[in-house]
């Protein structure tokens, strides 16, 4: 089996983020700490926000918590009534739409389109705001589809945000440092800092520092919103692990060489597998401006038929077809709200990529 699914990298957390939270451990750093994070963690996450993205907050602007996806949840649940909406856009994260269920509001689902670089355009925003909107959730890089946001592209979205002061902006910049070719990474704030006061920046440890499974992720916000998502959690985590918020004092503050070692390793994976898919009859694929996935589509494999004589129809037929005839585990474009795609990860080794896209090629020459 080869497993092109994954969320996450395959490389280890650098060295001395490791050696720093082996100092925590033996340091007596064992106990619960303040809701929000230790005051050095938030320290530290307010000089990330300063270098890497030029955004001044301060410590009572960041709360720290056990992933992103934590801090998505608890945002959320902390301003969210029944029957409001919060805005998503195709393809999306797979958790938004139902993080928004789950606490009682209605995702609106804006669909986007390849033609549009999978991006969101300023009417097409406007159009879906109603005054029911609680929020409207930004990703870029986005996962799966790789789109990064240009400045022009986010102060269209800001205009038409601003005509609409009552609604919350949820800015998931998770994959900020992987970016490729000419691409760039930009903040909502850096083109609209007047949004300030009702945007949360959503960020973490976990991709930039391959660092999934110390769960640290945090939220930088207008200190409303702040002290809001930090009542929630007093009531459902109290903090996240004083380890792993060791650890991102390490990741956040220390040395960033290895993010670009990464970065390039990302780099080269995606050439690869870009120059491999092309290889592929019926794949057609925008490359990624950023993020570790491709997203890929898949209408040229549509109506063919297996040497079986199944036809496919949908992009889970193509999942599932893959899976059987050639043993490659990769995630259909519907569980994203877009389809035909499928969606691959290059967050594997580089061996791993080469074997899954030639069983797929392989397979997909057999499809008549
Ligand atoms: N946002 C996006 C777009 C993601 O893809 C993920 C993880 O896959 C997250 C947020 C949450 O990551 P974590 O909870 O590990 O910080």
Known sequence: MVNLTVGEPDLD????????????LRGGDTHYTATTGTL??????VTKLARDNDLPYTVDEVV????GKHIIYHALAATLNPGDEVIVHTPYWVSYPDIARLNSANPVIIPGSEAQGFKLSPQELAQAITPRTKWVI????????????????LSGLANVLRRHPQVLVMSDEIYEHFVFGEAR????????????????????????????????????????LIAAVAKLLSQTTTCPSSISQ?????????????????REIYQQRRARMLDLLAE????????????????????????????????????TDVVTWLLNE??????????????????????SAIEVIEQGCRRFKDAAERLS
């Open 13 to 24: 957390t650098p060295e001395h983020i490791l050696l720093a939270a082996e100092a925590a």
């Open 40 to 45: 050095a963690l938030r320290q530290a996450i």
């Open 64 to 67: 720290a918590g056990c992933g």
């Open 138 to 153: 930004l990703n870029s890089p986005n996962n799966p589809s790789g789109a990064v946001y240009s400045e022009a592209e």
């Open 185 to 224: 990474h930009v903040s909502l704030l850096n083109v609209a800092p007047d949004l300030k006061q009702r945007t949360l920046i959503i960020n973490g440890a976990s991709k930039g520092y391959a660092m999934t499974g110390w769960r640290l992720g945090f939220g930088a916000g207008p200190a409303f």
């Open 246 to 262: 060791a650890a991102a004092v390490a990741a956040f503050a220390g040395d960033q060489q290895p993010i670009a070692a990464m």
């Open 280 to 315: 592929i009859p019926g794949l057609s694929c925008t490359p990624p401006a950023g993020a570790f996935y491709a997203f890929v589509n898949v209408s040229g494999l549509l109506g063919k038929r297996t040497p079986e004589g199944a036809v496919l129809h949908s992009d």
């Open 326 to 347: 050639a043993g490659v585990a990769t995630v259909g474009g519907a569980a994203y709200g877009m389809s035909p795609y499928i969606r691959l990860s290059f967050a």
